[in-house]
């Protein structure tokens, strides 16, 4: 989650909505969906691991809980922390496919970003990405460009986080036993980083 300045006062409030009510969504649970939370702005961190917790309603009460950070915004920080230490091997179940759904308001070219995200691709690790248009602070163009096939979805304001965004990305990625429009991959196993 992009925790770099915002534009408005309650733009993080809404961020984090957004990001609970999409992990109240999914079956959250050791065998199913596992969902984890980096949060960046100068430097990024891990805010909640793969495997903390087991259940949406705990883990959508955590990520209510994150604080605000402020500053300049990161993504290759937390593109780079994702590789290192997020999808660590022994944490990720084999055969689970991995996602990252980047959750920004700023976005501009940088070769460091688009390197950091090629990385992550070349690794079978899936990005999509969630961006708030807002006036001249995110390039579609670059989001588009540092996700997989195009898997992105733009809003133009944080108060249409939940409204546009949400159906949208737990459609494409629901653990279901059914087939569903996703990524190749399995459909019951999934690990979930959100940036």
């Not at 809980?65 to 915004?73: A, T, V």
């Amino acid at each position: 989650m992009d925790s770099s300045t915002k534009s408005s006062s309650n733009a993080w409030t809404q961020m984090l909505s957004f990001v609970s009510e999409v992990v109240r969504r999914y079956n959250i649970n050791p065998n199913c969906v596992r969902a984890a939370v980096i949060r960046y702005s100068s430097s990024a961190d891990v805010q909640i691991a793969l495997n903390q917790y087991s259940d949406a309603n705990n883990l959508a009460q955590a990520i209510g809980r994150i604080p605000f950070l402020g500053g300049s915004s990161n993504l290759a920080a937390a593109l780079n922390l994702l590789q290192s230490q997020a999808f660590a091997s022994n944490i990720v179940r084999s055969g689970a496919t991995r996602i990252v759904i980047i959750v920004t308001d700023q976005l501009q070219p940088s070769t460091a970003i688009t390197d950091a995200a090629n990385s992550v691709k070349s690794q079978g690790i899936l990005i999509v990405a969630v961006g708030i248009t807002g006036p001249g602070r995110l390039n579609t163009n670059i989001m588009y460009d540092i996700v997989s096939n195009r898997w992105a979805v733009p809003v133009s304001d944080y108060s249409q986080l939940v409204s546009g965004a949400t159906n949208i990305i737990v459609q494409q990625y629901a653990c279901t036993s059914a087939p569903t429009p996703q990524p190749p991959g399995p459909a019951a196993s999934k690990c979930i980083y959100i940036l």
